[in-house]
């Protein structure tokens, strides 16, 4: 940790969602995959796009998107899921590509003005190519509300696909 600046070095995976870059703690990441089509998921939280099989586990597909309240776009082939552990599940992001590991200091949230809608939704922001890039906190991609409503969700699906 820099003492100075209260910056903290850490390692990221970078992605863009449509134009922008952002990045996730490499820590959390558990593989990078093509996406693939997945099973909506009646009565989730609308973050939640819907469902996969990863390695058979039941993982759901997120939308960073609609936590910025960005209009998703269509999926493309080239589209790819980031497989992340948020401490409480793991997740996959649908990103429509990503950039790479990158290792850099992270200046705090707090530091950073945001006019970024979803503000909350970062733990802080790295400077890559002359570009701010926003590193979203994982543990905050779904609120306590949204995860009762997915953790329902499930089981709902879960009871339906034993009958």
Same mark, same amino acid.
């Given at each position: 940790?820099?003492?100075?600046?209260?910056?903290?070095a850490q390692q990221l995976v970078t992605f863009v969602l449509g134009r922008q870059r952002f990045a996730?703690?490499?820590q959390n990441v558990i593989r990078v995959v093509a996406a693939a089509q997945w099973t909506p998921l009646p009565d989730a939280p609308e973050v939640v796009l819907g469902i996969i099989d990863f390695h058979g586990?039941?993982?759901p597909v997120v939308d960073p998107r609609r936590g910025l309240? $960005?209009?998703s776009p269509d999926v493309s082939?080239?589209?790819q899921f980031?497989?992340?552990?948020?401490g409480l599940r793991t997740i996959a992001l649908l990103v429509n590509d990503t950039l790479g590991v990158i290792a850099r200091n992270i200046v705090p949230i707090s530091r950073v003005r945001l006019r970024e809608a979803g503000s909350s939704l970062f733990a802080g922001a790295v400077s890559v190519d002359d570009e701010l890039v926003l590193i979203h906190d994982v543990? $905050?991609?779904l609120s306590i509300e949204e995860l009762r409503a997915l953790d329902?969700?499930?089981k709902g699906r879960m009871l339906e696909g034993s009958r």
């Amino acid at each position: 940790m820099n003492e100075v600046t209260g910056e903290v070095a850490q390692q990221l995976v970078t992605f863009v969602l449509g134009r922008q870059r952002f990045a996730v703690s490499l820590q959390n990441v558990i593989r990078v995959v093509a996406a693939a089509q997945w099973t909506p998921l009646p009565d989730a939280p609308e973050v939640v796009l819907g469902i996969i099989d990863f390695h058979g586990q039941i993982i759901p597909v997120v939308d960073p998107r609609r936590g910025l309240h $960005r209009v998703s776009p269509d999926v493309s082939i080239a589209d790819q899921f980031i497989i992340v552990y948020t401490g409480l599940r793991t997740i996959a992001l649908l990103v429509n590509d990503t950039l790479g590991v990158i290792a850099r200091n992270i200046v705090p949230i707090s530091r950073v003005r945001l006019r970024e809608a979803g503000s909350s939704l970062f733990a802080g922001a790295v400077s890559v190519d002359d570009e701010l890039v926003l590193i979203h906190d994982v543990e $905050r991609f779904l609120s306590i509300e949204e995860l009762r409503a997915l953790d329902e969700a499930l089981k709902g699906r879960m009871l339906e696909g034993s009958r």
